[in-house]
C-alpha cells in the first residue's frame, strides 16, 4: 500500500473512531454504538459467541434449533398468562421426558405403554398451546417499521439482525433483552418438526447436502466440524426443550455477546437505554472454548458417491484458523485461484478446457474459529468426469507451488480485498455485522482496519510458501458424485475369503 494510500485509511479509521463508542457492561455484554446519522434509521447485529460447533454430544442441532425458537418471545411477550403457561409448560417436559424413556429403551419396550406416553405427551402440549400468541415476536417489530428481521446460525456463532426506525431504538432494546435473557421454550416441539423438515430438504433429499456431510464427517477424525449444523436426525428427533434451555444458560449469557448498533442514534442518549435493558441480563461466565483439537491429517482421503445425479467433485485441506499469520495469504490464494472470470480455476476448467460448468474454491470451511479447511469444487459439464476434475485442479495446485503469481494478479487480489472490506462498511447493516465480528473474534473492532496492512503484506513468496505447506496429498481429502443411470446394481465387491485354486 503506497504511503497516500495508508494516510487515506488512517484517515477513515479515525472518522469511524471518533463515531464509535465501546461500552462493556457490568453483566459481561459488550455494546458498540457508531453514529451515522444519513437518514433517520438504525440496524443492529446480535452475535453470539456460540454456533454448531457448541452443540453438546448428542445433541447436534441444537444451537440451530434455539435460532428458531429465539422468535417465539419472552416471558412478556407470546404469552396470554406466562404464570400460567409455565406450569403447563412444565407438564409438556414432564410428558415428554416420560414417553422419551420408554421410546429409548433397547429392550423390554411397551408399544401400548408408550402410545399411552405419547397421547398424554400431546395433551399437555395442546393444553400449554392455549396460551400462546403466535408470531407476537415478530409482528411487534414488524408494526415499529422492522425490516430484514433475520438470524442465522453458523458453525462458530449465531447472529440475529433487523433494521428499523431510529424512534424505535427503546422498544428494539426490550425486545432484544426479552428474548437473550427471558425466553421461553414454548411451541418447542412443533418447532422441533420444522427442524427435521428442513434437514429433510437440506440434506437428505439434497444430493450437494448428502456430499457436504460425507465431505466433513471424513475431513474430520475429532473436531467436532465434522457434525451437520443442522444436525443429525436421531439427534434432532429426541432432543428436548429441557435440553435447549440448558443451551442457553450455558452460551447466551451476557459475555459471551457482542451486539452492535449502527445508525441515527446519539451515543450520550442511547447509552443510557441500552445499559439499561441489556445490563439488567443476569451475568454467567464466559462459557471455555472447545478443548478438542483435530489431530494431523498423514492419508489421503477420499468418498465416492454414486448415484443418478449431477456428478460433482469437492475436495478439501487443512489450515490453521484466522489468528494465523498467514491467514491473509489464505485469502489471496483463494482468490487468485478461484474469484471470478479471471481466476485461474475459472480460465483453466470453464473457459479454456470447456470441461466444468464451474470451479471455485474457498479458504474458511465449514468455520474459522478453529482449523478449517481450504476447500476447491468443480462441477463436470455433460461427458465429462468428477476424476478429470479432480487432475485439472490439481494442475493448477501445482502450478501456485512452483511458479510465482503474476505483478497482475497480486494486485487485483489486494484491490478487490480492500475494495470488499470497504463495500461492507457502506450500509448500516454490513458496518453492525462487521463491527460486531472482528469486536468478538479479535477484541478491538479496529482490526478490521489493521486487515488492510495485512493484504498488503502478502508477497508471491508467500503465496508459494503457503501452496507448498497445505497442498499435500496426506492433508487432502476428496469426494465425488458419480452419476450412474436409475436402479444401477453396485460394483460387486471383492470376496475377503481365498478362491479356490487360486495363487498361494
Not at 447485529?45 to 456460540?50: G, K, M
Not at 474454491?361 to 465449514?366: D, K, S, T
Request: net charge negative; aromatic share 10%; with cysteine.
Amino acid at each position: 500500500m503506497s504511503t497516500v494510500a495508508q494516510a487515506q485509511y488512517a484517515t477513515y479509521l479515525s472518522n469511524f473512531e471518533k463515531r464509535t463508542t465501546v461500552k462493556v457492561l457490568p453483566n459481561g455484554l459488550t455494546l458498540i454504538i457508531c453514529e451515522r446519522h444519513e437518514a433517520p434509521v438504525f440496524s443492529f447485529y446480535t452475535l453470539v459467541d456460540a454456533g454448531s460447533v457448541d452443540d453438546p454430544q448428542g445433541e447436534s442441532g441444537l444451537a440451530h434449533m434455539f435460532e428458531h425458537m429465539a422468535f417465539k418471545g419472552s416471558t412478556e411477550i407470546g404469552t396470554t398468562d406466562y404464570a400460567a403457561e409455565k406450569i403447563a409448560l412444565a407438564k409438556v417436559e414432564t410428558a415428554y421426558a416420560a414417553y422419551d424413556a420408554e421410546y429409548r429403551k433397547r429392550v423390554g419396550q411397551n408399544p401400548a405403554k408408550l402410545a399411552e406416553l405419547k397421547k398424554s405427551f400431546e395433551d399437555a402440549q395442546a393444553a400449554a398451546e392455549k396460551y400462546v400468541i403466535p408470531n407476537q415476536f415478530s409482528e411487534v417489530a414488524e408494526a415499529n417499521g422492522a425490516v430484514g428481521i433475520n438470524a442465522s446460525t453458523e458453525e462458530d456463532s449465531t447472529q440475529y439482525f433487523w433494521s428499523m426506525p431510529s424512534n424505535r431504538l427503546q422498544l428494539w432494546a426490550w425486545l432484544e433483552s426479552q428474548r437473550i435473557g427471558h425466553p421461553v421454550e414454548r411451541e418447542f416441539y412443533k418447532e422441533r418438526n420444522v427442524v427435521q423438515e428442513e434437514r429433510r430438504m437440506r440434506v437428505d433429499s439434497n444430493p450437494i447436502g448428502r456430499m457436504v456431510e460425507q465431505f466433513l464427517a471424513t475431513a474430520y477424525t475429532a473436531h467436532h466440524y465434522r457434525v451437520p449444523g443442522v444436525g443429525w436426525e436421531s439427534d434432532i428427533s429426541q432432543v428436548s426443550a429441557t435440553e435447549a434451555a440448558a443451551f442457553h444458560a450455558k452460551y447466551y449469557v451476557p459475555s459471551n455477546i457482542v451486539i452492535a448498533v449502527v445508525g441515527d442514534v446519539n451515543t450520550a442518549q442511547a447509552l443510557p437505554v441500552l445499559e439499561r435493558y441489556f445490563g439488567a441480563i443476569p451475568a454467567g461466565p464466559k462459557p471455555p472454548e472447545l478443548a478438542t483439537v483435530e489431530p494431523p491429517q498423514t492419508a489421503e482421503k477420499s468418498v465416492v458417491i454414486r448415484e443418478a445425479t449431477q456428478p460433482f467433485y469437492l475436495e478439501g485441506y487443512h489450515k490453521p484458523d484466522y489468528r494465523d499469520p498467514d491467514d491473509a495469504v489464505y485469502d489471496a490464494i483463494a482468490d487468485i485461484f478461484s474469484n471470478g472470470r479471471t481466476a485461474r480455476l475459472y480460465r483453466s476448467l470453464v473457459r479454456d478446457q470447456k470441461i466444468a460448468a464451474e470451479a471455485e474454491g474457498f479458504p474458511g470451511f465449514p468455520g474459522e474459529k478453529y482449523p478449517g479447511l481450504f476447500a476447491v469444487y468443480a462441477v463436470p459439464l455433460p461427458g465429462h468426469t468428477p476424476e478429470e476434475m479432480r487432475v485439472a485442479i490439481h494442475k493448477e495446485i501445482d502450478k501456485l507451488k512452483t511458479t510465482d503469481v503474476t505483478d497482475a494478479e497480486l494486485e487485483r487480489f489486494k484491490t478487490r480485498a480492500r475494495a470488499d472490506i470497504l463495500r461492507g462498511l457502506a450500509d448500516n447493516q454490513g458496518l453492525a455485522h462487521e463491527l460486531a465480528e472482528y469486536q468478538t473474534r479479535y477484541g478491538d473492532w479496529r482490526e478490521l482496519f489493521r486487515q488492510l496492512n495485512r493484504i498488503d503484506a502478502v508477497n508471491k513468496a508467500d503465496i508459494r510458501r503457503v501452496a507448498n505447506k497445505i497442498f499435500t496429498a496426506n492433508n487432502r481429502t476428496g469426494v465425488s458424485i458419480e452419476f450412474v443411470p436409475p436402479h444401477t446394481p453396485p460394483p460387486p465387491t471383492q470376496s475377503a475369503q481365498p478362491q479356490a485354486g487360486g495363487a498361494k
